[in-house]
């Protein structure tokens, strides 16, 4: 059987992990993330997105369930509280962030 990615791995090669954590850095608020960091952020929402779970329950029962799979998308397991928290807290300046920061232009 041939060895084909997924989907949201074919989506996340658009997104380099290293420019998006140089952004994240960037435009981090606050304390700094002691378990918990804006990539597993980012992935969570996206799946939540993309998967069209209408809350933050919905959207953590469906990564509980892909456990194992999480480590290999660079991505910590997370709670209610904690994604809520973070949302909250961050600002939205990364999810504004012009088209050319993710094409790989200078910025």
Not at 24 to 44: D, E, M, V
Not at 57 to 71: C, H, V
């Amino acid at each position: 059987m041939a060895y084909s990615d997924t989907v949201l791995k074919q989506l996340l090669t658009l997104v380099p992990r290293y420019e998006f954590d140089t952004l994240a850095q960037l435009h981090h608020a606050g304390q700094k993330f002691r378990s918990y960091n804006r990539w597993s952020q980012f992935l969570a929402m996206l799946i939540g997105q993309l998967s069209g779970r209408k809350s933050l329950r919905d959207i953590t029962d469906n990564l509980m369930a892909q456990g194992k799979r999480l480590y290999h998308l660079g991505m910590k397991r997370t709670t209610k509280a904690t994604l809520a928290r973070v949302n909250a807290e961050q600002p939205a300046a990364l999810k504004h962030c012009s088209p050319s920061c993710w094409t790989g232009a200078n910025w």
